[in-house]
Nanobody
């Protein structure tokens, strides 16, 4: 089992910055995928940033150039640095991890509790 504990979100003005963290209960070096999702009111859940165990990352077009995902293996924590925030970034952000079960291509998925980020003047 993997337990994920997210930091608090908050209220930030447009153009501002905010960093979210997601701390895992154990080593994240063995977790193939860690990512950040968000869901805005009335919209489907969106994957905004991905981090893979091999070191690669990926971003949704809507946040590319503004958001950065990173892993700190020593602290078993993944971060989402959000810069140049826009009102449309307002959403509940959730940390997700996918860990191989050790059998075939099966993975287990784990979620953080979710945290509200509001961008408004």
């Amino acid at each position: 089992q993997v337990q994920l504990v997210e930091s608090r979100g908050g209220l930030v003005q447009p153009g501002g910055s905010l960093r979210l963290s997601c701390a895992a209960s154990g080593s994240i070096s063995s977790i193939y995928f860690m990512g950040w999702y968000r869901q805005a009111p009335g919209k489907q859940r969106e994957l905004v940033a991905s981090s893979y165990s091999g070191g690669s990352t990926n971003y949704a077009d809507s946040v590319k150039g503004r958001f950065t995902i990173s892993r700190d293996n020593a602290k078993n924590t993944v971060y989402l640095q959000m810069n140049s925030l826009k009102p449309e970034d307002t959403a509940v952000y959730s940390c997700n991890a996918k860990k191989w079960t050790g059998s075939g291509a099966a993975f287990n998925a784990y979620w953080g509790q979710g945290t509200q980020v509001t961008v408004s003047s």
